[in-house]
Each structure stands twice: as structure tokens, then as C-alpha cells.
């Protein structure tokens, strides 16, 4: 069951509350990528989508099951291939001779949370029908218009390594997603523990402890939370950092501007404040802009990478002094 109203906004330390339930309801069979989670979690907030970029078995799918199981939310996955048809995403309709009509028959896209696996594994006219879903949050089957549940958050999975077979997104398309999330491979610890808890993983015993008007209020509390001159100053400062770089040829649009400000007042939330801090970007930077920024030729050719510029940029644009937010 999914909701279709919107709630009231929560207080930041209610946000708070059930962001550190889900966090460790999630961890009871997510090992470690708190910081994975929390970026997830953000955008589930805030109304934003994301992709998740990992080699396979890093636990991308894992994650996206788990959140919904937790937030008691609606749940759906899309295997991407070539041959998946638009109306394999959205649905068609069918005739019903009860009616001696036709009804339509959903698809997968009717859900809280969609996991798109391999997204550039689909043609460009299904990628198409995805994204315009996520930006209009209602899809048309034959003329008939039909809106999506409330929350509604697609989490879209990329193999960063096989390019055989696939259709890469261009970047106008990569702009729709609020962040870019690099899932790693675990380290030797937390490897142990998965070896030595995999059967608790395997049965998957989690129990909900948040619900859609839960998620719903704390995206109604995010316009509530206070951003200072100064914090907006800094955004304006990176991003005008992006477009400025000597070896960035395309920089961050007015989207990555906004992305990094809801971004960031999600985690003020998250941590219990009604005001964004300096830190709260630069925890948000990295995922808002890594998929937005395009290198110049010669850059990439000398071995230069989005992130370390990212990092360069935060570096080098002064970070706002501590004050009344």
C-alpha cells in the first residue's frame, strides 16, 4: 500500500529519530556504506533520484531492498536489457471482457521505490519513458494520464566497468538525477563480517520502522530548514568553481546549484538541526556534482579525474566562518 497524501512536516528531531532507526534497522543486513545509506536516505527526502554506480555483488540491490522493507514502502525492480519496451516500465492497457473495455495493467513503475538495474543497459527510448516519469511523477498509458505514489524514488544501478551492450546516458539525462553514489568494494573487516553473518543477511529479517507519511513529513520539513547567506554564498562559490576549472568543460548547471542546497538541508534534518552548515555541502558536494562535471580531452588524457578536481574545488573556495545560522 502506497500513500497518496502529503503528511505534516516532522521536526528536526523527529527526522532525526527515524533516520537513526532506519540507519540501524538498515545495518542489521547492510555491512557498512553508512555514508552510502545516508546519501540514499537523502534522496529519498528530498524527492530526488540517484544512481548508484558499483561492480556487481557490492550490495547496490541490497540497499534499495532493504530501505523499502525498513520505511515500509512499496517496492519494485526493473531489469534493464536492450529489448525492455517502454510499456514494460509504465504498463499498457489490456481489454477486460467483464467491462467489455480496456483497463490498464500497471507496471513496475507503480511502486515507492523502483530499482532500475543496469539502467545503461536500456535503449534510449526506454530511458527516455524512465526519465520522464521521475520528472513529471506521472506516466500516460494510451491518452489516459495516471500519477505515481507518493513518495515516489527511483534508485538506477550502472555497471562502471562493462561498456559491451550498452547505451550510455547523455548528460542532459545524468542532470536528472539529484546525486551520483560510488558503492565500493567492503574492506577486509567488514567483508569478515558478512562471511561470518551471512545467513542472517540471507534471511532478511528486518521489521519497518518508518512509514510513507513518515518520509512524506520529513520532505514537507525540508523547506523549514534555515540556510544562511554565507552557506548559500559557498554553493554559489563551488559551483561557479565548476565552471571556471581550467580542466572542466562543462561545469554545474542551476539544477546542481539547487540539488546541493536540498541536498544539504536533508542532512541538517538527518543530524537534528533546523540550519545547514558548511559541512553538510561538502558531505553532499562529491555525489551532487561528480556526474554533472565533464573534463576537458586533454585532462582526462593526463590521467586527471572528476574527483580529484571536486576535491581541488572544495579545497580551495573558503568555507564560510562559524556563526548564527
Known amino acids: ?96 471482457p467483464r467491462r467489455n473495455d480496456f483497463v490498464p495493467r500497471k507496471g513496475p513503475i507503480f511502486a515507492n521505490i523502483v530499482l532500475f538495474d543496469e539502467i545503461n543497459r536500456a535503449s534510449p ?52 538525477f539529484m546525486m551520483k553514489i560510488i558503492v565500493d568494494y567492503p574492506s577486509r573487516e567488514e567483508t569478515g563480517i558478512i562471511l561470518r553473518r551471512i545467513h542472517q543477511i540471507e534471511s532478511f529479517n528486518v521489521r519497518p520502522v518508518a512509514s510513507a507519511s513518515d518520509i512524506l513529513g520529513v520532505k514537507e520539513a525540508i523547506p523549514r530548514v534555515k540556510v544562511s547567506d554565507p552557506v548559500i554564498d559557498y554553493i554559489i562559490n563551488i559551483i561557479e568553481e565548476t565552471r571556471n576549472h581550467k580542466h572542466i568543460r562543462l561545469g554545474g548547471s542551476p539544477r546542481a546549484a539547487i540539488s546541493m542546497l536540498l541536498a544539504g538541508k536533508a542532512v541538517a534534518l538527518m543530524d537534528g538541526r533546523d540550519y545547514v552548515l558548511p559541512d553538510d555541502i561538502k558531505f553532499v558536494a562529491k555525489p551532487v556534482l561528480r556526474h554533472r562535471l565533464i573534463l576537458k580531452p586533454e585532462a582526462e588524457f593526463e590521467g586527471i579525474s572528476v574527483e580529484s578536481v571536486i576535491d581541488e574545488i572544495l579545497s580551495r573556495v573558503p568555507v564560510p566562518t562559524p556563526g548564527v545560522q
Do not use: C, W
Request: net charge positive; no cysteine.
Open 125 to 176: 527510448r526506454t530511458q527516455s519513458a524512465l526519465l520522464e516519469a521521475m520528472q513529471e511523477k506521472q506516466v500516460t498509458i494510451e491518452g489516459k494520464t495516471f500519477k505515481l505514489p507518493k513518495p515516489f524514488f527511483v534508485i538506477a544501478t550502472m555497471n562502471p566497468i562493462e561498456m559491451e551492450g550498452t547505451f550510455p546516458l547523455p548528460e542532459a539525462q545524468l542532470d536528472r
Open 1 to 96: 500500500m502506497y500513500s497518496t497524501s502529503s503528511s505534516k512536516p516532522l521536526t528536526p528531531s523527529s527526522v532525526k529519530r527515524i533516520t537513526d532507526s532506519i540507519m540501524e534497522e538498515v545495518g542489521k543486513i547492510v555491512v557498512g556504506k553508512k555514508d552510502v545509506i545516508k546519501q540514499v536516505l537523502i534522496g529519498l527526502y528530498t524527492g530526488g533520484h540517484v544512481l548508484l554506480e558499483g561492480v556487481p555483488g557490492v550490495a547496490k540491490t541490497l540497499i534499495a531492498k532493504t530501505i523499502g522493507r525498513v520505511t515500509n514502502l512499496t517496492y519494485s525492480r526493473i531489469q534493464a536489457t536492450p529489448d525492455l519496451l517502454p510499456s514494460d516500465i509504465i504498463g499498457t492497457m489490456v481489454f477486460d
